[in-house]
C-alpha cells in the first residue's frame, strides 16, 4: 500500500472517530466551545513534538513565512464556519440525511477544485471509485429514516454551506504542498490559530452557557480524546494531500462511516441491511484507488 493512500484512510478513520466524540460531548451537553479549546491546546501539543522529531523540522526559508501562515489562517477561518453552518443545519435535521448530503456533494466539490485549480487528472478506475463514493450516501436516505424535519429547506442549505466552507478549509493543505512549503510550520500555524479561534469561541459565548456547572472530569477525558483525533486526522490528511485532492477527499469523506457504525454500538442504533451494503461499496471504492 502506497503512503498517501494508507495516511488517506487513516485519515477517514480518525475523523470519523473525532466527528463521534463531538456527538457524545453534544449528547451529554458538555459545553463544546470548552472542549475545544482544551482539545486544541492538546492537538497543538501533539503537533510541536512531531514537528520537533521530524526529519524536516522547523526548516523554511523566510520568504515562505508569510504564504503559508496565510494559508494557515485561511484554513482556520474556513474550518471555522464550516462548524457553525454545520451546527445550524443539524439543528434543523437529522444527522442521516445531513451526512449523506454531505458526503454526496463535498467529493465533487473537491473533484472539481483538483481537476480545474490544481490541474490534476483521473484515470478511468479512479472515475469509478469517485463516482461510487458519491452514490453511496444516498442509500442512506430511506423514507423510514427521514422522519419529519424541523427545518428541512433551511437545514438542507446550511448543509451546502458547510460544504463549501469544509472543502475550502482543506485546500490550503494541499496548496502547501504545490508551493512546496514546509508542512510541519503550516500544520503548527493552522493549530495555533485554532486555540486561540476555540478560546475567543469560549471567551465571548453567552454568559448561561459559560456558568454551566460540567463534570470536569468527563470534560478533560474527552478533551484529550478530540485534540488526539483532531490531531491524527488533520495530520493525516495533509500528508495525504501530497497525491490528487479529489481522491484523497474521497477517502476522506467516508470517515461519515464510523459515527454510524460506532452509534449502532455504542447507542444500539439499529442495524439495516441496507447500511451493511454501504460499508462494503464504500470499501469497494477504497480499493479502486489502489
Known amino acids: 500500500m502506497e503512503t498517501w493512500l494508507l495516511f488517506a484512510i487513516l485519515s ?17 451537553k458538555y459545553n463544546t466551545s470548552l472542549v475545544t479549546t482544551y482539545a486544541y491546546t492538546i492537538s497543538s501539543t501533539l503537533f510541536f513534538i512531531s514537528i520537533f522529531f521530524s526529519e524536516q523540522g522547523f526548516k523554511m526559508l523566510s520568504s ?19 462548524v457553525l453552518s454545520r451546527v ?11 451526512y449523506p448530503i454531505y458526503k454526496t456533494f463535498a467529493p465533487i466539490l473537491a473533484t472539481i477544485a483538483g481537476l480545474w485549480y490544481f490541474g490534476e487528472s483521473l484515470t478511468l478506475q479512479d472515475w469509478v471509485g469517485i463516482i461510487i463514493g458519491i452514490l453511496i450516501p444516498l442509500l442512506l436516505i430511506t423514507r423510514a429514516e427521514s422522519y419529519i424535519q424541523k427545518n428541512l429547506m433551511r437545514g438542507v442549505v446550511f448543509a451546502m454551506i458547510t460544504v463549501v466552507f469544509g472543502i475550502l478549509a482543506v485546500i490550503p493543505a494541499k496548496q502547501a504542498h504545490v508551493i512546496d512549503a514546509n508542512i510541519n510550520v503550516f500544520l503548527l500555524f493552522a493549530c495555533l490559530f485554532w486555540v486561540v479561534t476555540a478560546y475567543i469561541g469560549y471567551a465571548y459565548a453567552p454568559k448561561k452557557y459559560r456558568e454551566v456547572q460540567h463534570n470536569m472530569k468527563g470534560v ?9 483525533t483532531h490531531f491524527g486526522s488533520f495530520y493525516t490528511f495533509t500528508h495525504a494531500a501530497v497525491w490528487n485532492f479529489a481522491i484523497v477527499y474521497t477517502i476522506n469523506s467516508f470517515s461519515i462511516l464510523i459515527p454510524i457504525l460506532l452509534s449502532i454500538w455504542y447507542y444500539h442504533e439499529h442495524f439495516t441491511l441496507r447500511k451493511a451494503v454501504v460499508v462494503i461499496l464504500s ?4 480499493l479502486l484507488f489502489m
Open 12 to 28: 477517514a478513520v480518525t475523523a470519523g472517530i473525532h466527528n463521534f466524540t463531538m456527538k457524545v460531548i453534544s449528547e451529554r
Open 88 to 98: 445550524e443545519s443539524m439543528r434543523c435535521i437529522h444527522t442521516v440525511i445531513f
Open 220 to 228: 478533560l477525558w474527552f478533551s484529550i480524546l478530540v485534540g488526539i
Open 283 to 286: 470499501i469497494v471504492s477504497v
Open 64 to 82: 515562505e513565512l508569510i504564504p503559508v501562515m496565510l494559508l494557515a489562517l485561511a484554513s482556520t477561518v474556513f474550518y471555522f464556519f464550516s
